[in-house]
């Protein structure tokens, strides 16, 4: 990874698994990183550990719970006051397969954080990014994307909870997003570049909700389990190469997707369905009330 030196950068759910490792490559390779965590302790947590590295970037906790849109709002207001540049924004953070939750706006736990809160984020950072020259939004996605159909009337827990239908679904939201800014995006001529990444199967606390067997299952049909510092280099990829193509997908390039290092990925059909994105991002507008590009 080139150097990185002068990039402000946040990393959303930077105190564990990909994320932790996501921001500290980040700051060793010089960059400004604000650790966006669900508290301020996890967030001061996690920078204790990366600065038992050996990094040339700076380090600034962030309290952001995607979970509550007010949060949101609070982190982005704060976040623009104290400064001027924004030049990747890496929506990374998410909750896999947790017993049935909602958001504080009554959203399914997983649609309403891995896709709400993150629509919310970008869209409040968006004009920073957009006045911050070479730009970049990562949105980290999952092979579970794959498995994934958007249920317009199960967005509310309406239905009988299924906790690996509502993650693929919230996994397909977050590409179908990714894809949907950058048509937008070059559709005004912004020069703010949008990239899905996803990590691949690794072994991290978003496991933390299954069960011995359901673990056991899961690897028999992905396979052995990455270790974090590797599923976190698509987003890296993503975020720093200069030849990273926007509106794309990169993941590990072994074993369908679960397993390697960082590669342009194919896109399946049902998440470069245009009109479902457009659908999609008409309701996230709504529902959030905030608009963007």
């Given amino acids: 990874m080139d150097d990185q030196s002068g990039k402000t950068v946040i990393v959303t759910g930077a105190n564990a698994g990909v994320g932790f ?33 050996n990094g040339t970037g700076t380090l600034e906790a962030g309290v952001l719970d995607l979970s509550n849109l007010a949060s949101v709002k609070q982190f ?67 092979n579970a994307y794959l498995r994934g159909i958007i249920d317009f009337d199960n967005f509310r827990l309406e239905k009988p909870y299924d906790k690996g239908r509502e993650y693929a679904q919230s996994k397909l939201a977050d590409i179908l997003l990714s894809i949907e800014l950058q048509r937008r995006l070059a559709q005004t001529n912004d020069p703010v570049v949008s990239i899905a990444a996803q990590p691949g199967a690794n072994n991290t606390g978003l496991l933390r909700y299954m069960d011995e067997e359901e673990l056991k299952a899961s ?42 290092y960082p590669a342009q990925a194919a896109i399946e059909p049902h998440a470069l369905d245009e009109q479902e994105a457009k659908r999609l991002w008409k309701y996230a507008e709504e529902v959030t009330g905030i608009v963007f590009p």
Wanted: hydrophobic share 45%; proline share 6%; net charge positive.
């Fill in 219 to 260: 690897i028999a049909r992905v396979g052995p389990l990455m270790e974090p510092w590797q599923g976190a280099l698509p987003s890296l990829y993503a975020a720093t190469v200069a030849g990273a193509i926007p509106g794309a997908l990169y993941g590990p390039d072994q074993d369908g997707g679960y397993r390697g």
């Fill in 21 to 53: 490792e996501t921001a500290l490559a980040l700051y060793e390779k010089g960059a400004d990183v604000i650790a966006a965590c669900r508290s301020l302790q996890k967030a001061e947590e996690a920078i204790q550990k990366i600065k038992q590295h």
């Fill in 76 to 142: 982005a207001a704060d976040f623009t006051a104290k400064h001027k540049g924004l030049h990747i924004l890496i929506n990374n953070a998410g909750v896999m397969r947790p017993p049935a939750t909602k958001t504080a706006e009554g959203f399914e736990l997983q649609f309403g954080v891995n896709f709400i809160g993150h629509f919310a984020l970008t869209g409040l950072l968006y004009p920073l990014l957009k006045a911050t020259p070479g730009s970049r939004i990562v949105t980290v996605s999952s």
